[in-house]
């Protein structure tokens, strides 16, 4: 099966060669036919899957095929809108637009907050015919009257399981009551919950259903594996795992911005350079860090869930939990990032005492015990047994880092490198209770 069988343009057919697509992944070959025969879609499907070619090929075909309909008045009719949650996804969404569409006349833009407004209503001002937004700037300039929504056509609702939790629905909803009631809708979800089956059914008429495997977090490529750890102690044990193998491009992830922040200055502190991505940052700040850690020149990014989700970073050697996610599901968004496409990786996962219960969740999810990793010298709690270091030699105290600034008397020295494998329990995939009694919603987009 390739793209042209799909029923694409050859316009569109040759940008996705040009980006070296070959051939359409699952989600792909089942969501272009469908968004192509004029279907609503409920489509399941993660990051890392090919969801965003997904609908913005059969989107640009459809809008390129009726490009007559385009109105050619100056202000701008805006015949699809793409909405994400965060900036980075709205960002990212926009340029893969840019990209797939760059043989058609079609003109994309994307908005969002945390940056001036003003560029953003002349631009508006122009011709429009995608726009990529994130809801709350959307609705700015709705307020400030300087968007028009009458003419879309298209509406994608990319990720709407975390605009869900990201406290959107009222912003959805407001924007939904502003579209013309004639139009194509796509919803995208990557973890299903009551409150999606609610916006689907009064949204949706009847849609199109897919659902693709979700990335098997268990694959051969990634060894997860746990420290047990005093919850004091864990930002020395990073600071030793990431100079002892001397680490790069290390993604570790914080459940709050203050701890991510405070990470950022405690790794300073043990001279290893590290950048936080999270809401209260500037949208300068969040670009520029994101930059350096993709060319490579930022060792360690700290992030917390939503600012890393949907972030096309991928095939990292080396993903760190410093908190465990309150929500199972994010254990799993985190470490598709290591070892895909073949490419080997390493989820190393820092556990407390006070976050046991959150890892059983985990477990419990993944269907799989996680071996327990020990460095002596770092609090591992009595009932895990440290095994036998394996080789002396390689650990002796001239190859220690230097002491770290704490009152602690010992040095991290040894690494065991033998995992201890645990019992096999568990059977439940999903959680399906409502998001909303699982996450702490929290809202970033502004
Ligand atoms: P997404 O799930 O949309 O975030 O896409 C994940 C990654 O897969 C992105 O880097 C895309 O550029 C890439 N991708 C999308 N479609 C294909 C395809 N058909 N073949 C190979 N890579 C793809």
Same mark, same amino acid.
């Given at each position: 099966m390739s793209f042209s069988h799909l029923g694409l343009s050859p316009e569109i057919i040759r940008a996705v060669t040009e980006r070296g697509y070959t051939k359409p992944t699952p989600i792909q070959m089942q969501a272009i036919p469908a968004v192509l025969s004029g279907s609503d879609l409920l489509a399941g499907a993660q990051t890392g899957t090919g969801k965003t070619a997904s609908f913005t090929l059969p989107l640009l075909h459809r809008l390129s095929e009726n490009s007559v309909k385009s109105t050619s008045n100056k202000s701008s009719a805006i015949r699809a809108l793409i909405l994400t949650p965060t900036r980075e996804l709205a960002a990212q969404v926009e340029e893969s637009v840019r990209d797939y569409g760059k043989y058609l006349k079609l003109n994309p833009m994307v908005m969002f907050g945390g940056v001036s407004i003003n560029p953003q209503k002349r631009l508006l001002q122009g011709r429009v015919d995608i726009l990529v937004a994130t809801p709350g700037r959307l609705l700015d300039h709705v307020h400030q009257g300087t968007v028009n929504l009458s003419q879309v056509e298209i509406l994608v609702l990319d990720e709407a399981d975390r605009m869900l939790d990201m406290g959107f629905i009222r912003d959805i909803r407001r924007i939904l009551s502003l579209l013309p009631k004639q139009r194509q809708n796509l919803l995208f979800f990557a973890t299903f919950s009551d409150k999606i089956k609610e916006l689907a059914t009064g949204l949706l008429d009847r849609p199109k259903m897919i659902e693709v495997a979700r990335r098997n977090v268990t694959a051969e490529t990634v060894a997860q594996k746990i420290y047990k750890v005093e919850r004091d102690r864990k930002r020395q044990l990073l600071a030793h795992l990431i100079r002892k193998d001397n680490w790069y491009q290390v993604l570790v992830f914080t459940r709050t911005k203050y701890g991510a922040d405070r990470l950022v200055k405690q790794l300073a502190d043990e001279r290893i350079q590290a950048l936080a991505i999270h809401g209260n940052k500037s949208q300068s700040a969040r670009t520029h860090a994101l930059a350096k850690f993709k060319n490579g020149s930022l060792q360690v990014l700290v992030a917390t869930d939503i600012a890393a989700r949907g972030l096309d970073i991928s095939e990292l050697p080396h993903v760190v939990n410093f908190d465990l996610p309150n929500v199972p599901e994010d254990y799993v968004h985190r470490i598709g $990032? =290591? %070892? $895909? &496409? %073949?490419a080997s990786g390493e989820a190393i996962s820092l556990v407390s005492v006070d976050e046991y219960h959150l890892l059983a969740d985990i477990e419990k999810l993944i269907e799989k015990r996680l071996p327990v990793e020990v460095v002596t010298n +770092? %609090?591992? =709690?009595?009932? =895990?047994k440290p095994e036998p270091i394996a080789d002396e030699r390689k650990h002796t105290p001239k190859d220690s880092p230097r002491p770290p600034r704490s009152n602690t008397k010992s040095l991290p020295q040894k690494s065991a490198k033998k995992s201890t494998p645990r019992r096999v329990t568990g059977s439940k995939? +999903?959680? &399906? $209770?409502?998001s909303s009694s699982r996450r702490g919603a929290k809202r970033s987009d502004r």
């Open positions: $990032r =290591t %070892g $895909r &496409a %073949g +770092f %609090g591992v =709690t009595s009932h =895990t995939k +999903f959680d &399906a $209770r409502p």
